[in-house]
């Protein structure tokens, strides 16, 4: 039987991002993020609940994770879920948690935390160019405003 590993998550950071290097050189980073459900309870009172996920990023995404990403700041993540094993060093128990490996990764809002476009890391896409010029609004083209049928180009 076939099976997928497939999560998408908008929401806020909870802390900074730390970025840290393995022996190799690839960088790695550790997000927490606080995801809000707003629902109605069935005597028809609003609710609010917060749940809160671990992401891991490599790579580029984890230095991007780094340099752009503060506590508060809306994200979108694509990732795959990963089971963490290890055993406790003061009670010698086996542990475990559940966590989202990030393999795609779009920053929302704007620089400084409000609103607007985002920029997508992990994809074949680059962000947009700073400083590019516009074209002129004519171009320098020179077009008729007959009723010519004939198009200049």
Do not use: H
């Amino acid at each position: 039987m076939a099976s997928v590993n497939k999560v998408i998550l908008v929401g806020n950071c909870t802390r900074d991002p730390e970025v840290r290097f393995t022996p190799k050189g690839t960088a790695v980073t550790d997000l927490g993020l606080a995801m809000n459900r707003y629902y109605s309870s069935d005597g028809g009172e609003k609710r609010e609940e917060t749940t809160f996920v671990d992401v891991t990023l490599w790579g580029r995404q984890a230095e991007v994770a780094g340099e752009y990403l503060k506590k508060g700041r809306p994200v979108y993540i694509e990732g795959r879920l990963q089971m963490d094993s290890w055993e406790d060093k003061n009670s010698g128990q086996k542990r475990s948690k559940l966590k989202v490996v990030g393999e795609q990764m779009q920053l929302l809002g704007s620089r400084d935390g409000g609103g607007g476009g985002g920029f997508q890391q992990g994809r074949e896409s680059a962000p947009a160019q700073q400083g590019s010029q516009e074209p002129a609004e004519n171009d320098g083209a020179q077009f008729s405003s007959g009723d010519d049928d004939d198009i200049p180009f």
